[in-house]
């Protein structure tokens, strides 16, 4: 498997959850819909905002776990899992490019 291949997917990855994670919090800030002056209206509001901090938060977890794999690819040790060091998995990295484990460390 191609370490580079996978780089470029993790990297690929990152921008499209920055530029989401990024959108969501332009959301929060009203900057497309200011809070209404209807009180029915602003729970609606709040509801939303929770459905999006939710997303963000989301987005920002998975961008944590992707830095971390892209800095392990550049420390060389991408390829060994995290707890017991042995190989992971190849096709379990093209599932979970993010994943710092072997199947049987993820368990
Ligand atoms: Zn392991």
Request: hydrophobic residues 35%; contains cysteine; glycine residues 4%.
């Amino acid at each position: 498997m191609e370490l580079e291949t996978i780089r470029k997917r993790l990297l690929a990855r990152r921008e499209e959850l920055a530029s989401r994670a990024a959108a969501t919090d332009a959301d929060l800030r009203h900057e497309h819909e200011p809070l209404s002056a209807d009180f029915s209206e602003q729970v609606v509001q709040r509801e939303n905002e929770d459905v999006l901090r939710g997303l963000g938060d989301a987005a920002r977890g998975e961008l944590a776990r992707i830095n971390r794999a892209l800095a392990r690819i550049d420390a060389g040790n991408y390829l060994s899992c995290a707890v017991c060091g042995v190989e992971i998995d190849p096709r379990r990295l093209q599932a979970v490019p993010y994943t710092d484990r072997c199947t049987h460390c993820a368990h």
